[in-house]
Nanobody, 114 residues
Framework: QVQLVESGGGLVQPGGSLRLSCATSGIIFGISAMAWYRQAPGKQRELVAAITGSGTTSYGASVKGRFTISRENAKNTVYLQMNSLKPEDTAVYYC????????WGQGTQVTVSS
């Protein structure tokens, strides 16, 4: 059974940082492309960042230069380091595994507010 479990969300002030983690099981993580999406209230889910099995990364325009996606294959975990956070980054963040039709985590809330 495939499981993706996100953690690390919370409340942070503008300009602050958070690191999200997504621990996976049930997939061959080392060759799986992984991604982070987010969905704000009343908006469509959008791609934040993605990383291939070989480590190639890509980012949404609104987060480029502020967010960094990385993976630790030994721990079957993907991370999202978020710096210089803005109120518009407030959303539920979801982990996604691009394997066998795709799997989603349950999401973790990130709120950026003073």
């Amino acid at each position: 059974q495939v499981q993706l479990v996100e953690s690390g969300g919370g409340l942070v002030q503008p300009g602050g940082s958070l690191r999200l983690s997504c621990a996976t099981s049930g997939i061959i993580f080392g060759i799986s492309a992984m991604a982070w999406y987010r969905q704000a209230p009343g908006k469509q889910r959008e791609l934040v960042a993605a990383i291939t099995g070989s480590g190639t990364t890509s980012y949404g325009a609104s987060v480029k230069g502020r967010f960094t996606i990385s993976r630790e294959n030994a721990k079957n975990t993907v991370y999202l380091q978020m710096n210089s956070l803005k109120p518009e980054d407030t959303a539920v963040y979801y982990c996604y595994a691009a394997v066998r039709g795709g799997y989603w985590g349950q999401g973790t809330q990130v709120t950026v507010s003073s």
